[in-house]
């Protein structure tokens, strides 16, 4: 089994920023950078969508809506994925949830159908 913890959400004014990360362990995880990683957000009413992604080669992906603004990273040595976002928008307002998968098969796409692990999200909310 593979847990996934988010912390860092919040309210912030739109143009402010926010880190967020995602620890994650388990008794069947083993090298962290041997999985490919995402972060997907879900807003009321809205379809969950791919973030931002990272590979087990170290590439990454964004979503078009957030290119140029946030950034995802990783710490294989505390196992810790991080997402930060600058310059935040009202429609950024959602549940940001991490997750994890063996074989991102659709990269660069972030296909939901990919990740087998998911965290259980923390809240982001961002006031014009």
């Known amino acids: 089994q593979v847990h996934l913890v988010e912390s860092g959400g919040g309210s912030v004014q739109a143009g402010g920023s926010l880190r967020l990360s995602c620890a994650v362990s388990?008794?069947?995880?083993?090298?962290?950078?041997?999985?490919?990683v995402a972060w997907y957000r879900q807003a009321p009413g809205k379809e969950r969508e791919g973030v931002a992604g990272?590979?087990?080669?170290?590439?990454?992906s964004y979503a078009d809506s957030v290119k140029g603004r946030f950034i995802i990273s990783q710490d294989n040595t505390k196992n810790i994925l991080d997402l930060q976002m600058n310059s935040l928008k009202p429609e950024d307002t959602a549940m940001y949830l991490c997750?994890?998968?063996?074989?991102?098969?659709?990269?660069?796409?972030?296909?939901?159908?990919?990740?087998?692990?998911w965290g259980q999200g923390t809240q982001v909310t961002v006031s014009s």
């Open positions: 997750a994890a998968a063996v074989f991102c098969v659709s990269w660069p796409n972030l296909s939901e159908s990919d990740f087998g692990y």
């Open positions: 388990g008794d069947s995880f083993s090298e962290f950078s041997e999985y490919c």
């Open positions: 990272i590979d087990t080669d170290g590439r990454t």
